[in-house]
């Protein structure tokens, strides 16, 4: 076919099927899609002409606004209670009855289902001869069954060797 055939010619599988049956699956495929939990929660901006987009320099002072002390006062005593350092430590579950953004939703339940059953737990224990092969790979940088120089050599020397009949 040559490259620049007209699209007239061309026909496709989606042309064949009837406007139904294609406005069927379009519902079936919207209604599936529908079914998935949404993953990022919805944003919107406020009104645009409301938002600063350049912020003014930290250190510039209007001198036509005066601050009294009690401005002062109550503006320290509301910064003091929106930002208290008591909490900053703690895990946002430990913080919030309830998540705060739509990431926290996932793991924000972190108890486990089911209580664990010692019958199913296989802790890790330690006898001496585990110490000792610890203590041995620290010493030499090798496992034990590791194979040395010496060792392959001395037994290539044994196997050539035949028993005399």
């Not at 793991?107 to 585990?130: A, D, Q």
């Not at 041995?136 to 010496?150: I, R, S, V």
Request: aromatic content about 6%; charged content about 25%.
């Amino acid at each position: 076919m040559a490259p620049h055939a007209d699209n007239a010619s061309r026909t496709t599988n989606a042309d064949k099927i009837d406007e139904v049956s294609r406005n069927a699956t379009w519902r079936e495929h919207l209604k599936k899609e529908l079914k998935r939990p949404t993953v990022v929660a919805d944003y919107h901006l406020p009104d645009p002409r409301l938002i600063e987009t350049l912020t003014d320099k930290p250190n510039r002072v209007n001198p036509h606004i005066k601050i009294t002390a009690e401005d002062f006062e109550n503006a320290t005593s509301r910064l003091a209670s929106m930002c208290t350092l008591k909490d900053d430590h703690l895990l946002p579950s430990e913080k919030y009855e309830l998540p705060q953004t739509s990431a926290q939703e996932y793991g924000w339940v972190t108890k486990p289902l089911l209580e664990r059953n010692m019958m199913f737990s296989y802790p890790r224990r330690t006898n001496e001869i585990m110490e000792y092969a610890a203590h041995y790979h620290a010493m030499t940088g090798a496992g034990q069954h590791a194979k040395k120089q010496g060792q392959t050599q001395s037994m290539k020397h044994t196997s050539a060797k035949s028993p005399a009949a």
